[in-house]
């Protein structure tokens, strides 16, 4: 199982890559823990999975997926909305060609709670971040995989005072996980997890 498909087809195939090195099985599942470009937009380089995501991202992916996107693309939304530009600049520097490239929406959809025939169990928490934002919890490992489910809103769409929501994190910290990885930090053990959301 992989958990969320690299920013791009080029990122998607270095994790590939690393996998074989690893001597790792060919991925059966890939699992969306939320809509975002930088989560999503390399599931086209994953042969022969079944991608699972919450329903709340399914249409919105739809709707991402019929969009031109392309280098003049990006740069015409930017100038239409300029709180975009970090966010489409981003895009751009990781899309090495556009050929080939679609965005996929989740094949398998869940609404509360999904448990996979591995035991890997995903659920459902929205927030503030992304309203199908998915965690991906593995209790043979102690792992709780939290995607970017308590990050505030994209920066485009953030206001002044938002941050963080710790109180979600509070809500998430079980003894059965001695690890917390979110995506865009160093893991959290379960002391850390506690602290952050107390």
Do not use: K
């Not at 928490?125 to 998915?134: F, M, N, Q």
């Not at 995989?145 to 953030?158: Q, V």
């Not at 690890?179 to 379960?190: A, F, G, K, N």
């Amino acid at each position: 199982m992989i958990v969320d498909a690299g920013h791009s087809p080029a990122h998607a195939r270095e994790i590939q890559s690393a996998m074989d090195a690893a001597g790792l099985p060919a991925a059966r599942w890939l699992v969306y823990t939320h809509h975002h470009w930088d989560h999503v937009w390399g599931a086209c380089a994953w042969p022969d999975v079944e991608i699972i995501g919450h329903i709340a991202g399914q249409e919105i992916l739809q709707r991402e997926a019929a969009r031109p996107w392309s280098h003049r693309y990006l740069r015409d939304e930017v100038r239409a909305n300029p709180l975009l530009g970090p966010s489409f600049r981003a895009r751009a520097l990781a899309m090495e060609t556009w050929d080939g490239f679609t965005i996929l929406p989740p094949q398998c959809t869940f609404t509360d709670e999904l448990v996979l025939p591995t035991g890997v169990r995903l659920r459902h928490v929205g927030g503030a971040h992304a309203p199908d934002s998915t965690i991906v919890l593995v209790p043979d490992s102690a792992v709780a995989l939290l995607g970017d489910c308590y990050y505030p809103p994209p920066a485009h769409l953030r206001a002044p005072d938002d941050a963080p929501d710790l109180t979600m994190v509070a809500g998430l910290v079980s003894d059965e996980y001695d690890w917390y990885v979110d995506s865009h930090s160093e893991p959290w053990t379960l002391e850390q997890a506690r602290s952050y959301g107390a």
